[in-house]
């Protein structure tokens, strides 16, 4: 739309290739006269709509894998669905990869998710959800921040990489699944699971979040917080409350023990992590009558963890503090996802490099935020990120992207290609 943004946007030459795995030099330039932001904006945001326009609430994918696959086999890339799941939920998982000249170079992977959360309230809604709508310079539409705009801007990258760079270094893969929203047994891990048994090799990832906060490209993720919760059942015994000396209240024997948890310090974070925190999410206790005192109390809570702590040393912590305060109690743990953290090196250099010729914007790097897949892929890959446009609507009625992110970001990911595989 904006036909002065990008062109004119500060260092355009990428004359140097942070990371390159081969040393070679990269193109003299990545904007060839085809490349003008209407151009490639026009040509993600069709792409952008078209998967939009899927339905494609968890775990139903309603057809964006076969339409983007249909564009990756036609660049030339090997497609291998790897669905997953029950019948009545079933993950559409695909694999997809294009090798550059024969064995060299490292391989670049995009990963994603095209499953959207619930709409919520549809009449909440400025317009349908799933009809793509231009007003204001944005585009709205469930996905179209979380991530839908991504996918497409990866696919478009690439075919443009590909285009320019026929005989590219390294490889090009894709690792995309249909539940990311949801329990996410059946998506991304079942591919790592199966991609590492048979020992393939990944170098570098960038996963599609929409990690942006106030400026495209401000901010990169290079980890994620692990996720430890606990439901914690405390036993009393049930009585009237005129005759407290018959029943024993487990909410007034809890409560110390609580208010102990929430003031505890877990650890300080370190570089890359905030403090590790403890929240409580539920508490449930009392019949609903006013002189009975309850029988038991069951507490929800959860734990976001820096790799300073580990969920077996956060688990002893709060069993010790537990016994402390004398309390008979269950405790039952889930821990959905480890933390993991990719230090600065080649990648997030060759995406900072890449944002910053694009938009001239300074990369932060950060670990903040929820647990994505990236905490699966990086078993297999050495460097995750999650790279992707403003993340203010996620999940929200009206989610949406500014329709002048969706040029740049299709060519930050394309200028990462080019600094990794040239
Ligand atoms: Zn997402």
Avoid at 57 to 81: K, M, N, S, Y
Avoid at 103 to 112: D, E, H, K, M, T
Avoid at 353 to 370: N, P, R, Y
């Amino acid at each position: 739309m904006s036909s002065s943004l990008p062109a004119s946007a500060p260092g355009s030459i990428a004359g140097t290739a942070p990371g390159s795995a081969t040393g070679a030099e990269s193109s003299s330039s990545p904007l060839s006269s085809s490349m003008h932001g209407d151009e490639v904006e026009s040509r993600t945001l069709a792409l952008l709509e078209q998967l939009i326009a899927r339905p494609s609430v968890t775990p139903h994918d309603a057809g964006c894998l076969d339409l983007i696959g249909d564009r990756l086999q036609t660049l030339g890339f090997r497609l291998e669905r790897m669905d997953s799941g029950p019948a009545d939920f079933r993950v559409a998982n695909l694999w997809a990869v294009k090798d550059g000249r024969a064995g060299s170079g490292p391989r670049l992977v995009f990963a994603g998710h095209t499953d959207v959360v619930p709409t919520g309230e549809l009449t909440r809604w400025t317009s349908d959800p799933f009809v793509p709508t231009v007003r204001n310079g944005h585009l709205f539409g469930r996905g179209a921040a979380d991530m839908k705009t991504s996918l497409a801007a990866m696919v478009v990258a690439a075919e443009d990489f590909v285009a320019a760079h026929p005989d590219h270094a390294g490889s090009i893969a894709f690792l995309l699944t249909s539940d990311e929203e949801g329990p996410a047994r059946d998506g991304t891990v079942v591919c790592v699971e199966r991609l590492k048994q048979r020992g393939e090799r990944l170098d570098f990832c960038i996963v599609g979040e929409p990690t942006s906060v106030d400026r495209l490209g401000d901010t990169v993720k290079n980890g994620r917080r692990g996720s430890l919760s606990g439901k914690l059942r405390v036993m009393g015994i049930q009585g009237h409350v005129a005759y407290p000396h018959l029943a024993r209240n487990p909410v007034h024997q809890a409560a110390p023990a609580l208010a102990a948890l929430a003031a505890m310090t877990w650890d300080a974070g370190n570089d890359y992590f905030p403090p590790t925190t403890f929240q409580i999410s539920n508490v449930q206790a009392g019949t609903g009558a006013g002189n009975v005192i309850p029988g038991e109390m069951v507490v929800d809570f959860n734990f976001r963890f820096s790799t300073e702590s580990t969920p077996q040393g956060l688990r002893e912590r709060v069993h010790a503090l537990l016994d402390e305060h004398g309390l008979d109690y269950q405790l039952d743990w889930t821990l959905s996802g480890d933390p993991f953290l990719t230090p600065v090196g080649s990648l997030s250099a060759a995406l900072s490099a890449a944002i910053a010729e694009e938009t001239g914007v300074a990369t932060e790097l950060s670990t903040t935020g929820g647990t994505s897949d990236g905490r699966f892929i990086a078993r297999i890959c050495p460097q995750v990120v999650e790279f992707g446009p403003l993340n203010a609507s996620i999940h929200k009625i009206n989610e949406f992207v500014p329709l002048d992110q969706i040029a740049p970001l299709t060519r930050i990911y394309r200028r990462t290609l080019e600094h990794l595989l040239l």
